[in-house]
């Protein structure tokens, strides 16, 4: 396996850097399948006579897997390089599909977890690590959008894979015609065995066309003094276990679980909440199911679209701005919303689109902060310790919605008034992310890497 070796991946001289995003997207847009399993959540629920809580903790599972995952594997991803951990990840995240659909064949609920859940979830947090550092430092004058064109691919995920499932489900099931119809365990068996095909293919294609600057490799014309200028980048390196100690990673990690929070809230009762918001005195909603579907695919777009756009826009504005526009104007907007989102559609679209995007920005920007604070040394494995918040919004974010509507009535009761108790708690929730992000300063040099010291020479412009 010395093929997979970092040195076997180091470009050659007058490589061209933009070949690079294409590999890192290859293995993104495949672990974005992760936001598309409501496509056949109905259809485990039927299969397993199981609850729609006990099907959604499949889901549950591998979110929190990604996170540890990646705070325990990211020192090993750069040590080893991307090809290796890209390669890993393909392994980890098509063994949790097969492991799934021999669960689904079976009937035993209990496999789903530990395939797609825990094993699948490994394939997560290491593949949504892999390529963030090397990007980082291929776009040394762009880390914004270098990170913003990787993590895109994983809010994008979701885009192609749902229409792929829904279409595969209908090939799979000969009753796909019937009304009302939902489809079969084995239709959803089969399109597990079928997605682990599709993604190993496409994972191994990322991983084997990825490739690491040489040492000393700098984009031409790039100044680093340039770079230098910002008051919060710094120039010197620190490891990832000095950065945990230090009170600026635990300010973004706030700052990230409150943003999270606050987002994945919304995304978690998308449907749903868009009906309730319009509900009328006689029960009726004026959004029909389907256009509710269709909400819940734009805001699929605002999240894909704001970790490009918010992220590269950081390159000019710098991270603490930007976060603090995601924390400040998020909370604004959420006020808007609870106060005065069932006035109109339009109002009520246009609001939860921005918020999601500044939900997706947040991700996408997390990784060029860390690189701005703590240099490129093991941004990989900081990063990989900062999801942790994510897995911990995963469980939070849901919680505190749930618990708000579940004291207010029961589904098909609600009302836009309902929400407004869960939408004033995240206000409040991203004030204190945005206090937090106020509170980063540089890091102290107490922390910092001694030079001679390094285990490798870095680019000139991180030395």
């Avoid at 959803?188 to 682990?196: H, I, S």
């Amino acid at each position: 396996m010395g093929f997979l070796d970092r040195d076997h991946s180091i470009a050659p001289p007058g490589f061209n850097r933009w070949l690079v995003p294409p590999a890192a997207l290859a293995v993104h847009l495949c672990i974005g399948q992760a936001y598309a399993t409501s496509v056949y959540k109905t259809a485990l629920v039927k299969h397993f006579g199981a609850s729609l809580t006990e099907i959604g903790v499949i889901f549950s599972i591998a979110i929190v897997m990604l996170g540890l995952s990646a705070a325990i594997m990211g020192t090993w991803v750069d040590r080893n390089g991307p090809r290796k951990a890209m390669f890993t990840s393909a392994m980890f995240w098509v063994g949790g599909f097969l492991i799934g659909s021999l669960g689904i064949f079976s009937h035993q609920l209990w496999l789903v977890y530990l395939g797609y859940g825990v094993v699948g979830g490994i394939g997560l947090g290491i593949g949504y690590i892999s390529p963030v550092s090397t990007l980082i430092k291929w776009f040394p004058d762009r880390p914004g959008l270098a990170t913003g064109m990787a993590i895109m691919g994983f809010g994008g995920g979701a885009l192609i894979a749902s229409p792929v499932s829904q279409a595969l489900l209908k090939a799979y099931d000969p009753n796909s015609g019937a009304q009302g119809w939902v489809a079969s365990g084995d239709a959803v068996g089969k399109l597990f065995l079928t997605l682990a095909v599709i993604y190993l293919v496409y994972m191994l294609f990322g991983a084997f066309t990825i490739k690491v600057p040489a040492d000393g490799w700098r984009p031409n014309g790039f100044d680093p003094a340039k770079v230098k200028a910002a008051k919060l980048v710094t120039t010197e390196n620190v490891s990832a276990k000095n950065a945990v100690k230090t009170r600026q990673f635990w300010l973004v990690w706030v700052a990230l679980f409150c943003n999270v929070t606050a987002g994945i809230g919304i995304l978690e009762q998308a449907a749903p909440m868009i009906q309730d918001f319009f509900r009328q005195s006689d029960g009726k909603s004026l959004v029909s199911a389907g256009v509710a579907a269709g909400f819940v695919g734009l805001l699929s777009i605002g999240n894909m679209a704001g970790r490009f756009a918010w992220s590269a826009t950081s390159d000019v504005t710098g991270r603490k701005r930007i976060y603090m526009m995601y924390l400040g104007v998020g909370a604004v907007l959420y006020i808007i919303l609870a106060l005065a989102g069932s006035s109109t559609t339009v109002l009520y679209v246009a609001l939860a689109f921005v918020i999601i995007s500044f939900y997706g920005g947040g991700f996408s920007t997390a990784p060029a902060y860390l690189r701005d604070l703590f240099g490129t040394y093991q941004v990989g494995a900081i990063h990989g310790r900062l999801l942790t918040a994510w897995s911990a919004a995963g469980v939070a974010g849901p919680l505190i919605v749930n618990a708000f509507l579940d004291a207010q009535g029961k589904p098909g009761q609600l009302n836009a008034a309902s929400y407004q108790p869960a939408l004033l708690t995240m206000v409040a929730l991203l004030v204190i992310g945005f206090v937090a992000n106020l509170l980063v300063k540089p890091v102290d040099a107490r922390f910092h890497e001694p030079r001679p010291d390094r285990g490798r020479t870095e680019p000139a412009m991180e030395a």
